[in-house]
């Protein structure tokens, strides 16, 4: 087997690992799980770190489960958290989980040969014990003093106000308890999560040792935040998600774009499959000619291919052209609206666009990039404004309602820069 642990190390993926689990995953093909936590419909770039870890497993031919957590869902994970969580339902937990099963599949090979991918869902079991049973067999093996020191149920219990519900702290014995199932039905022996997560996954280690008498293995990753100390995945506009109705190919490629030189760096290694040699290459360039952003190019491609597609990659870079004055021709108006939500905009009436249309020196007062007709008429005879991205010849155009985009949306540029976004009501 090849070293999938020394490819977690020189990637900066290594947080940390239990004793004697190189070995063990560098003598056959091995069974290992990451939990992922159906929150929400879809998940976020902040999952992407986690999820990279059972591509790289599979890719050195081991067996990964991603295990999604229809039963602790409906608990909640205190691990990293505050606060409580907002308990779901049944249902939501369902359909989330349903929905971050749809969005694995674009990563693992559930259809190899060798080393399929597997996926699972705790409530298969969870939601069939009986707590009499539960707190027999398994609740036993866990001491009340070894859980409170645990870093997760520590950090709650300082925050007087708040604390932590039995609830929640009854959640690592139910992350413990998957490991030891997954342990029994598919011979599973590696726990991998991010690192606030080592607490439950020695937890699910020791519960298997009591149990079984086996010994099972542990890896977590560095939890990523930015080179400004700001957690991955935020953005002013909330969290990036995976789904790209939440997040559109665009707003994701842009996402990685605007990654500092430092930041894209180590994501190349963190979030691509781009091989060492390569990721050395482009590092060499990136610190070579800072002002060039081959990192995030390198970056923004790699993971916007993987996540939506060779076709989401190409709206995503050709909507990025657009906004640097390339071609409009063939995008929607919701791309429209989504690339330049950013851009001052101005909204025209329907009832008050004459049939024969409105002057465009007009529109270029009303859209405030020109102050006066006189200097709209200079900017269009001097060839610097474009309708739509195609350029606007004579001081005479006018625009009629066939000219808007899906008869929603009409670009404005004025040079090279300068835009404005009119929108049609009615």
Request: charged letters at 25%.
């Amino acid at each position: 087997m090849s070293d999938v642990i020394e490819e977690f190390r020189w990637r900066g993926l290594l947080q940390d690992v239990s004793e004697g689990a190189q070995e063990h995953l560098a003598t056959g093909a091995r069974v290992g799980y990451v939990g992922f936590d159906p929150t929400a419909s879809s998940l976020h770039v902040g999952s992407l770190l986690p999820i990279m870890g059972l591509v790289h497993l599979q890719r050195h031919g081991h067996h990964p489960i991603a295990l999604v957590g229809g039963g602790t869902g409906l608990i909640g994970d205190p691990s990293g958290k505050t606060e409580e969580r907002q308990l779901l339902s049944a249902d939501q937990a369902a359909a989330n989980a349903e929905a971050i099963h749809r969005q694995l599949e674009h990563f693992l090979d559930f259809g190899a040969k060798q080393n399929p991918a597997r996926m699972g869902n705790n409530l298969d079991w969870l939601g069939q014990i009986r707590m009499v049973d539960f707190l027999r067999d398994t609740g036993k093996h866990f001491r009340v003093n070894d859980m409170l020191r645990k870093e997760a149920v520590r950090m709650r219990l300082d925050k007087e106000e708040t604390g932590i519900s039995f609830t929640e702290f009854s959640y690592l014995l139910l992350q413990a308890y998957d490991f030891l199932e997954l342990h029994r039905r598919e011979r599973c022996t590696l726990q991998m999560g991010g690192s606030d997560q080592w607490g439950n996954i020695t937890a699910g280690m020791g519960l298997i040792r009591r149990v079984l008498g086996a010994h099972a293995f542990g890896l977590v990753f560095p939890l990523v935040t930015t080179s400004t100390g700001v957690k991955f995945g935020k953005t002013e506009a909330g969290a990036v998600w995976l789904d790209p109705a939440r997040t559109s190919p665009y707003r994701f490629y842009q996402f990685w774009i605007n990654t500092t030189d430092d930041d894209a760096i180590r994501y190349l290694g963190f979030f691509t499959l781009l091989e060492r040699a390569e990721v050395e290459r482009i590092v060499a360039d990136a610190r070579a000619n800072p002002g060039g952003r081959h990192a995030q190019l390198a970056l923004a491609q790699d993971v916007t291919r993987r996540v939506h597609g060779e076709s989401g990659l190409a709206r995503a870079r050709q909507a990025t052209a657009a906004l640097f004055g390339g071609e409009l021709q063939g995008l929607t108006a919701d791309e429209i609206a989504d690339i330049f939500a950013d851009v001052p905009s101005t909204e025209l009436a329907r009832v008050d666009l004459p049939a024969d249309g409105v002057a465009v020196t007009d529109l270029l007062v009303k859209t405030a990039l020109a102050t006066s007709k006189s200097e709209a008429n200079r900017s269009i005879d001097g060839g610097g404004v474009y309708l739509n991205g195609a350029r606007v010849d004579g001081i005479g155009a006018r625009v009629t309602q066939g000219a808007f985009i899906e008869g929603r949306f009409l670009v404005l540029r004025k040079g090279k820069k300068n835009y404005a976004l009119v929108k049609l009501l009615g």
